[in-house]
């Protein structure tokens, strides 16, 4: 089992950075590969970008390619999504995601979910 934690989230100017971390405490966090998705009112939750348990190979929705970034550190359990010149579309909940096999974008493949984090950007 994997609990997951957000955090890093808030409200930020256009065009701003932020970046978001996904905690967990159980050692296991090196065996399971990652993935950050993000919810906005009244939308579906859509895949953002992924991560390899090492660390070493990483993937991204086409719209976010190049302006997100998908890292990990197994040394402390945590991963991160940086994030650049954000817009008012992408105000959302955000939330990372775990499960053992790397790749897809379809969140039914992640077995394991954070509670999400809040990022408002206002022009």
């Known amino acids: 089992q994997v609990q997951l934690v957000e955090s890093g989230g808030g409200l930020v100017q256009a065009g701003d950075s932020l970046r978001l971390s996904c905690s967990t405490s159980?050692?296991?966090?090196?065996?399971?590969?990652v993935a950050w998705f993000r919810q906005a009112p009244g939308k579906e939750r859509v895949f953002l970008g992924g991560i390899n348990y090492s660390g070493t190979a990483t993937y991204y929705e086409e719209r976010v390619q190049g302006r997100f970034t998908v890292s990990r550190d197994n040394s402390k359990n945590t991963a991160y999504l940086q994030m650049n010149s954000l817009t008012p579309e992408d105000t959302a909940i955000y939330y990372c995601?775990?499960?053992?096999?790397?790749?897809?974008?379809?969140?039914?493949?992640?077995?394991?979910w954070g509670q999400g984090t809040q990022v408002t950007v206002v022009s």
């Open positions: 995601a775990a499960k053992e096999n790397y790749g897809g974008v379809e969140a039914r493949l992640f077995n394991f």
């Open positions: 159980g050692h296991a966090f090196g065996w399971y590969a």
